[in-house]
């Protein structure tokens, strides 16, 4: 197994979120490029194309009257780079459906749940035509789905979901996943379910039955799959992957493992194995490497 130093050169080219923050960056003004439809409960987002790099707040309860504190979904569209936010107090609604459309690179950084509606703010986020979308770092309390369709790159890291549906997390066609430090309190079978993907990487996670059984891949032919050092909740976190962790801990995020990252993987006391037979959802070109933590 590499050294901690070893790894954390292997991680330099790993691209940290504050990558989208830039000098130019501006803060967007919620009620100029967002509107809300009230036929429809629903509130519009759309950035400028001349505009680049930007952080937008919303704080959908500004947008409500008083007779009808709902909205059902919430559209950002034509965004460049943005940084989004976006404060549920008080909504409502039980489910708030969040689409981001035909953007370039987003990440959420802060989502905001009301407390006097525990419970009841499930989270549905639909992402379609983007170059990449990243979140990182947050807590998704409430029942919550991820659809992404033709999302070139995403990457999911050190966030935690209470619950996740069958599928909570359905990704297809895409260039590149990645799910790596976080924490899934409730899953089922299937709850990740991964269609036309060309590179796979779903690491260090806790999760409440078997990664074997939450990850269902489908038409996946590429040989750039890599799922390791992923555990139980209750399980002991073995001593190569506490290594790893604490690597990836001192990069914010990780967008871009490199091969030989992995390929170190094999070279660990975690009998590391290719799972084929294990995997009922795995056409025969792929190769699951999988540790003792599943």
């Not at 807590?139 to 996740?164: D, G, P, Q, W």
């Amino acid at each position: 197994m590499p050294s901690p130093s070893i790894l954390l050169h292997l991680l330099l080219p790993l691209v940290s979120a504050t990558a989208l923050l830039h000098p130019d960056q501006q803060t967007l003004d919620q009620h100029q490029v967002c509107s809300y439809q009230s036929d429809s409960r629903s509130v519009r987002c759309r950035c400028q194309q001349n505009e680049s790099r930007h952080f937008l707040p919303i704080q959908l309860e500004s947008f409500l009257k008083k007779d009808n504190p709902k909205v059902d979904q919430v559209s950002i569209e034509f965004c460049t780079e943005l940084l989004l936010a976006i404060d549920l107090s008080g909504v409502t609604s039980t489910n708030i459906h969040l689409k981001l459309s035909n953007c370039g690179k987003v990440q959420i950084v802060n989502i905001k749940y009301d407390p006097k509606n525990s419970g009841e703010q499930n989270l549905n986020l639909e992402l379609e035509n983007m170059e990449k979308f990243t979140i990182q770092k947050q807590t998704f309390k409430e029942v919550t789905t991820i659809t992404a369709t033709n999302v070139k790159e995403l990457l999911i890291y050190k966030t935690t979901f209470s619950h996740l549906s069958n599928p909570g997390i359905k990704i297809e066609k895409s260039a590149k996943v990645s799910i790596i430090d976080c924490v899934f309190n409730e899953t089922s079978p299937g709850s990740i379910s991964v269609n036309s993907v060309d590179e796979v990487e779903i690491i260090n996670n806790q999760f409440s039955i078997d990664t074997i059984e939450v990850v269902e891949l489908n038409d996946f032919y590429g040989s750039n799959l890599y799922i390791s050092c992923n555990r139980l909740h209750e399980e002991a976190v073995n001593l190569e992957c506490v290594t790893i962790s604490s690597a990836l801990q001192t990069v914010s995020s990780a967008t871009s493992f490199p091969a030989s990252f992995f390929s170190s993987l094999t070279s660990a006391s975690m009998d590391v194995k290719s799972e084929r037979s294990g995997c009922a959802h795995c056409s025969d070109h792929l190769c699951l490497l999988q540790g003792e933590t599943r």
